[in-house]
T-cell receptor
Framework: EAGVTQSPTHLIKTRGQQATLRCSPISGHTSVYWYQQALGLGLQFLLWYDEGEERNRGNFPPRFSGRQFPNYSSELNVNALELEDSALYLC??????????????FGSGTRLTVV | LAKTTQPISMDSYEGQEVNITCSHNNIATNDYITWYQQFPSQGPRFIIQGYKTKVTNEVASLFIPADRKSSTLSLPRVSLSDTAVYYCLVGYSSASKIIFGSGTRLSIRP
């Protein structure tokens, strides 16, 4: 069974540009979560999507946005990139309703570097 | 929100048993306790999850006392490849209610 896949693996952008990150959940999982992990730090919750709807978002500015497609894959968009947006962006998926019981399965992440 | 407290770092040697304790004083009735392992530049990997008493799988055991205000992850006979950051998480519903702390950086020496 394929795990959570993220693309691209690495992304280099210039300050002020936009970045688009993609995530495909495990087959049968309808919830997708996005996390930001700055170098050497813990994971910060960004967004949660379930059944195509944004269910919750963390304490991030509106320039962080995303969507979930009918096939449950998801996209994270970061507009007007700033240097401090440089981080590992992790996607996780779980069975529906965002239930943590059973745990989340994480992808390997996209390393975004803003120069 | 259920906050967890765990040691910042631990050191051990190959072949030893390692126990990492996590405190979660305000755990809610429905909350599960889950441990993840993370290697540099990789996503966290699910290790084990439990609700009460003891859970064991092929890689670890999780001990949860009756009051559930703490839990202990036990890694038997560690190897160099167990060097990683270990996160203790408490939660039931919604990623937004689950806090990833700084984790415990475990270093295994030969």
């Amino acid at each position: 069974e394929a795990g959570v896949t993220q693309s691209p693996t690495h992304l280099i952008k210039t300050r002020g540009q936009q970045a688009t990150l993609r995530c495909s959940p495990i087959s049968g999982h309808t919830s997708v979560y996005w996390y930001q992990q700055a170098l050497g730090l813990g994971l910060q919750f960004l967004l949660w999507y379930d059944e195509g709807e944004e269910r919750n978002r963390g304490n991030f500015p509106p320039r962080f946005s995303g969507r979930q497609f009918p096939n449950y894959s998801s996209e994270l968009n970061v507009n007007a990139l700033e240097l401090e947006d440089s981080a590992l962006y992790l996607c996780a998926s779980s069975e529906g309703q965002g239930r943590f019981a059973g745990g989340y399965t994480f992808g390997s992440g996209t390393r975004l570097t803003v120069v | 929100l259920a906050k967890t407290t765990q040691p910042i770092s631990m050191d051990s040697y190959e072949g030893q048993e390692v126990n990492i304790t996590c405190s979660h004083n305000n755990i809610a009735t429905n909350d599960y306790i889950t441990w993840y392992q993370q290697f540099p530049s990789q996503g966290p990997r699910f290790i084990i999850q439990g609700y009460k008493t003891k859970v064991t799988n092929e890689v670890a055991s999780l001990f949860i006392p009756a009051d559930r205000k703490s839990s202990t992850l036990s890694l038997p006979r560690v190897s160099l490849s167990d060097t990683a950051v270990y996160y203790c998480l408490v939660g039931y519903s919604s990623a937004s209610k689950i806090i990833f702390g700084s984790g415990t950086r475990l270093s295994i020496r030969p």
